[in-house]
């Protein structure tokens, strides 16, 4: 294969990760309960590993009356496989040799958003509804911010060490440093969660509150971001 035809492979492969996720984005972005029984069911099952109790209801989701918790499509954690999937991807494929393992990734890629989704949303799930139960709650620091608070520490932290390890574990010893892979997983992030409703005019909805979420996503992740790559430089340099 010529170069040309290898730099042409490889943008298709690109392109066609970004479509499909995408896609996937689009189909589940207005689904039921029912239909998301695939991530909500071993989410859940994780979670009640943990001690939560909770029966699933048609059309609701899974229900714990004990935490007065309700897990439905909203806790399913589509944007975050979405936007695990193409960090995974774009923070690997370019250091990756041979059309053959770009396209195995993009497949491994998938495999590992969907796992790592499940992980996560089991850990928030749990740990969701133990903050449900604290006694620290005011006209400010509301339920619903501490819920939204949690799901993004958790889902961009993750996303960050998710990035990390399969860039050093795919590759071996990664050409990018650990911040400059955190920056395009990040990125990626921000662009799923805020961007992609910008665009197609979801925000207009309720102006007021995307603007609320996306001062607390982009200042919190901003904030889990600085943690991790100062981290981050303080292992490398240690090992220097």
């Known amino acids: 294969m010529s170069p040309a035809q290898a730099r042409w492979l490889e943008i298709t492969l690109a392109l066609g990760t970004l479509g499909a996720a995408l896609a996937l984005k689009l189909a589940y972005s207005r689904a039921g309960a029912d239909d998301l029984h695939w991530v909500l069911a071993p989410s859940c099952w ?15 989701g899974y229900i714990s009356h004990a935490q007065h918790l309700v897990v439905g499509p909203a806790c399913a954690g589509i944007n975050f496989l979405v936007t695990a999937w193409l960090a995974l991807y774009f923070c690997v494929q370019g250091q990756l040799q041979g059309s053959r393992r770009k396209l195995q990734w993009s497949a491994g890629s998938l495999t590992l958003a969907y796992v790592a989704t ?10 969701a509804a133990r903050l449900y139960q604290l006694d620290a709650y005011g006209a400010f620091l509301t339920k619903a911010r501490a819920h939204a608070l949690l799901g993004v520490v958790l889902y961009c932290g993750a996303l960050l060490v998710l990035c990390q390890l399969a860039s050093s574990w ?47 996503t982009t200042g919190t992740g901003a904030l889990v971001l600085l943690v991790f790559t100062t981290l981050a430089n303080a292992h490398a340099k240690s090992r220097a």
């Open 46 to 60: 994780l979670a009640q590993l943990s001690g939560v109790q909770l029966s699933y209801e048609s059309a609701a």
């Open 118 to 127: 499940l992980l996560v949303n089991g850990l928030r799930i749990s740990l």
């Open 170 to 216: 795919v590759i071996g010893r990664t050409q990018l440093t650990a911040a400059a892979v955190a920056r395009r997983a990040y990125t990626l992030y921000l662009g799923v969660v805020l961007g992609l409703p910008l665009l197609h005019g979801g925000w207009l909805a309720n102006p007021q509150r995307f603007a609320e979420h996306a001062a607390l």
